[in-house]
């Protein structure tokens, strides 16, 4: 019967080529933009880590001054430096691991790179301590990290990324060659292999859906070299003297500026951690060093990118303006469909005059508005495929990111077939409910 | 034009004027709500920065390591820079305007003040940062050469210094003082002491968005001195905005011959001109889309107008014979078609200036966007009126050309 109505939907489909073409449109440009906006949105809210995104933790503490205390506020969004090295010190973890961006000098030249022509260039950075890598199940192409004893002896090791072993070393296994970093010699322990995270979740202070950071170095050396940080910082209590010569970034000062992650494999170590923070809090407190009531955060990587509304306003807003667009074009099938079916009523009165049942004429519209719905999902699939062309030429850093993957492609063809569907039940409603008697009458 | 026949009919087509009345509904309130956003757009791209963009090129560069010798590298490179031919003035800076990274201070009235009254973004500049940059004093005067505290003394551990004077916007100043005459008076932001206000310009816009709209132009201007490892950037105002490309180039090799082991950063060394460009890059594309959808839905909404009302032709072509062979004229049948639109439209858009209302709510809870001034309302009106004209006319032409004689046949 399905290949019968088929066969007559396209019958219908020619007697009517400017109407079905019309509807085919509308679908397609709605199904095109909606599947456009809707990839963009699911590569950018995607889990950057879906192995164990619920097992990474951020922890968030309150130490700020009472100055501008409101109650019920939000902690600050990153830790002291202070802070960090003592939970790192405390170890209470599975894994843990604090870290900040920024930027370092590298001369080619001065190291035992390839090519010697090549001018020094600026990289961005990471210093961080030795769970990064395992944390967060950083793939290496050559070697590994570096040690918490590394760490903890101010060994001046660096990891690089592989677009930087590219450029340095023509991709070649460079492990225990020497880098010139900042004007010092450092010795290359590990190569990184292909690792993008999308959103960067571990860092929402730095560009978001950047490109990974080319140079890692232990977090103790790049204090003791006094390398240049980046993202955001925030002080407090500037009145209060601090005779630190490293000031802001001293491990004393007032300043909010380390991203602290912690592992914790199981629900019940987790919250073992949040009142490990508590006490912790009130232990500071205690000591006179915090003046806010305790106030702590440990969310997972998931509700931490929803806490930092990760996926930029302007994707947001698109999805929604392509779906209200997708709304639209529905409206408009349906009313197509029903003035398509009704003006074939005199004919639908014979078939029910000659038996047939309202629910035959019922699956015969639906198969109708399903195989349009059918042509639209190809059409919008290629408008989707324009679509997402359009928006990797734009400047945004995760314009290259926008391809559509599988799971959209099917999306895109159970989105286009389910709309039509629901655009042509009440127009086919209407057509069965066409009285046969009248119809006949009238011939 | 008798109403009534026209609303009969469509009480018998109840479902069909529900489904146009609903499509012209939705379209209102999404083109209502996108112009407003255009609108929104437009009016940030077109900010007012105070500064002579076209004048001005930027240079950023970075040293390796530590430099030891920057304060004095920075001011032969000055003297470099402002040395060169086509160049007006140059200047040093903490930070500039169109790239999002900024410096920002908090500001209050009085020591002891809980609450800020504004967060404020903090230019550092000396004495050459004002006619470098173009603006204009309003009031006051620039800071004097002696008046400037190097910003290392003012950084370092400890440090007691007072800060004599600082120069703000006339935004800024209207905030803090809204009876005006903000010259010579102080507030309180940088260290323990108050800072006197010497200088207004009129506008000098923040680098980043921080602060919202309202805040887009609390800007002060600080008397620092420093070097070219604060920052990195090197502002250059030339005579001729001809000149710039070749400035620029000149700038980067006598900066490169002044101090080697540093690094220029070619993707930031670019004219102010520019910098705006990328700025506003996102806005830009963002506005381009919004018309897209406006227009597609404009187009989508007429095609499903004439589909219907072709269908409401052929379906009535007898009832339009039969007024015809009545006595009724063409002209007659044209307007029934066009008050039955007219009325359609109307309805749809009065539904649709609720729902553009219940959106903007929407969004303005979401996205921070102000209250959708009433103008849009009438805009959005007066389109979905004329298009709704435009697309019946064909139909209803087709309509009046049926001949009465139609009305005798195939009864």
């Not at chain 1, 009440?426 to 066409?434: D, H």
């Amino acid at each position: 019967m399905f290949g019968y109505y088929f066969d007559l939907a396209l019958r219908s489909f020619r007697r009517n080529k400017a109407l079905t073409a019309l509807m085919v449109l509308a679908i397609a440009l709605g199904i095109g933009a909606s599947m456009t906006t809707l990839t963009v949105f699911h590569v950018l809210s995607g889990d950057p880590i879906p192995q164990k995104s619920d097992k990474l933790f951020y922890v968030q503490l309150d130490p700020a001054g009472k100055d501008g205390y409101t109650p019920g506020e939000e902690p600050a969004d990153q830790v002291t430096r202070f802070d960090a090295e003592a939970l790192l010190r405390a170890k209470r973890g599975d894994r843990q691991a604090m870290m900040t961006g920024g930027s370092v000098g590298i001369e080619p030249q001065r190291a035992g790179a390839q090519s010697t022509s090549m001018d020094p260039f600026y990289a961005d950075s990471r210093y961080t301590t030795a769970d990064f890598f395992p944390m967060f199940d950083v793939p290496f192409a050559y070697g590994t990290g570096w040690s918490q004893a590394q760490d903890d002896s101010h060994e001046r090791v660096v990891v690089i990324s592989k677009a930087l072993n590219d450029k340095l070393f023509g991709g070649g296994n460079s492990v225990g060659k020497s880098l010139r970093v900042e004007g010092h010699d450092f010795r290359l322990v590990g190569v990184l292999g292909d690792w993008r995270p999308t959103p960067r979740f571990y860092d929402m202070y730095s560009d978001r859906y950047g490109e990974l950071e080319q140079v890692f170095v232990p977090f103790t050396v790049s204090r003791d070299l006094d390398m240049s940080r980046s993202g955001s910082m925030d002080c407090w209590d500037d009145h209060k003297d601090n005779d630190d010569p490293e000031g802001e970034t001293g491990v004393n000062a007032s300043c909010t500026w380390i991203q602290y992650w912690v592992e914790l494999d199981t629900p019940a170590k987790a919250d073992a951690y949040r009142q490990y923070l508590v006490n912790y809090s009130d232990q500071q407190r205690a000591a006179g060093r915090y003046e806010r009531p305790t106030n702590v955060r440990l969310r997972n990587v998931m509700q931490w990118l929803d806490f930092n509304k990760v996926v930029p306003g302007d994707v947001r807003l698109q999805v929604w303006l392509a779906f209200g667009f997708l709304l639209v074009c529905l409206l408009n099938t349906v009313g197509l469909l029903l003035a398509k079916f009704l003006r074939r009523s005199s004919e639908i009165g014979v078939r029910r005059g000659l038996g047939a049942a309202r629910r035959a004429i019922f699956a015969q519209c639906l198969v109708e508005a399903g195989a349009i719905g059918l042509a639209g999902g190809v059409l919008g699939l290629g408008l989707a495929l324009l679509g997402l062309w359009a928006v990797r030429q734009q400047p945004a850093s995760y314009a290259s990111l926008a391809h559509l993957d599988p799971l959209m492609l099917l999306m895109t063809f159970v989105v286009a077939i389910v709309a039509s569907l629901l655009a042509g039940l009440l127009p086919a409603w209407r057509a069965c409910e066409v009285a046969p008697a009248i119809q006949l009458k009238s011939q | 034009m008798e109403l009534r026949p026209i609303l009969t009919t469509l009480r018998r087509h109840k479902t069909a004027s529900a489904l146009i009345v609903l499509e012209i509904a939705l379209s209102c309130a999404i083109i209502c709500n996108a112009l407003f956003l255009i609108g929104d757009r437009i009016e940030r791209i077109s900010r007012t920065s105070g500064l002579a963009e076209n004048e001005l090129v930027r240079v950023q560069l970075t040293g390796i390591g530590k430099d030891d010798n920057a304060d004095a590298l920075t001011t032969t490179d000055l003297a470099a820079l402002r040395a060169l031919p086509g160049v007006k003035d140059a200047t040093v800076t903490n930070q500039v305007p169109f790239v999002s990274s900024s410096w920002n201070s908090s500001v209050t009235m009085t020591k002891d003040q809980q609450q800020p009254t504004l967060s404020s973004t903090v230019y550092m500049g000396n004495d050459h940062f004002i006619d470098t940059l173009g603006l204009k004093l309003v009031a006051g005067r620039n800071f004097s050469s002696d008046e400037l505290i190097d910003w290392k003394l003012i950084n370092a551990p400890n440090s007691k210094i007072a800060i004599p004077s600082v120069i703000i916007t006339r935004s800024m100043a209207d905030k803090l003082f809204p009876g005006g005459n903000a010259l010579g008076k102080s507030f309180y932001s940088w260290g323990d002491d108050p800072i006197r206000i010497v200088g207004i310009v009129d506008h000098l816009v923040r680098p980043s968005e921080q602060g919202g709209p309202a805040g887009h132009e609390y800007s002060m201007i600080l008397p620092f001195k420093v070097s070219y490892t604060v920052g990195g950037n090197y502002l250059i105002r030339v005579a001729d905005p001809s000149q710039r490309e070749q400035v620029l180039k000149a700038a980067v090799d006598v900066l490169k011959r002044n101090g080697p082991n540093r690094i220029v950063l070619t993707d930031n060394t670019k004219t102010v001109e520019a910098l705006r460009g990328e700025y506003y890059r996102q806005d830009r594309a963002m506005i381009w889309l919004l018309v897209a959808v406006c227009i597609a839905l404009l187009v989508v909404t007429a095609l499903g107008i004439v589909g219907l009302a072709s269908f409401w032709v052929q379906q009535r072509t007898k009832q339009i014979g039969v007024r015809r062979a009545l006595g009724a004229t063409r002209g007659q049948i044209l307007r029934y078609f066009q008050t039955e639109n007219f009325l359609l439209a109307t309805l749809g858009i009065v539904l649709g200036m609720m729902l553009a209302y219940g959106i903007n709510q929407m969004l303005m809870g979401k996205y921070e966007l102000p209250r959708l001034p009433a103008i849009y309302l009438p805009v959005g009106a007066v389109a979905l009126w004329l298009l709704g004209q435009l697309s019946v006319l064909g139909p209803a032409r087709r309509a009046a050309a049926v001949p009465p004689a139609v009305a005798t046949r195939s009864v």
